[in-house]
């Protein structure tokens, strides 16, 4: 991501890639002293939430990788259970 601002009428659009991504033009979510500091703490949150998600992609993960060990000595015990004669 390569975010940046330019103003706009009495807002502001946020480029990615220089490219037009958001238009505030008659709402500004993050209301500052200035409408620079405005689009900057737009950005700011974005970035801030980009980063959360990539957290929680890696917390995803790494639940999937408990399931998947647990899952691995459940069915280890399964085996060995029924390789002594006992039954499910």
């Not at 009428?9 to 500052?32: A, E, K, L």
């Not at 459940?74 to 390789?83: G, R």
């Amino acid at each position: 991501m390569n975010l940046t601002y330019r103003l706009e009428g009495i807002g502001y659009v946020i480029m990615n890639h220089g490219v037009d991504w958001f238009i505030q033009d008659t709402y500004v979510p993050f209301p500052r002293e200035t409408i620079e500091e405005s689009a900057q703490a737009h950005i700011d949150d974005i970035i801030a939430k980009a980063q959360e998600a990539v957290q929680e992609a890696i917390t995803i993960e790494q639940l999937q990788q408990q399931i998947l060990s647990q899952q691995e000595q459940i069915d280890a015990l399964v085996l060995a259970q029924l390789m002594q004669g006992g039954s499910l």
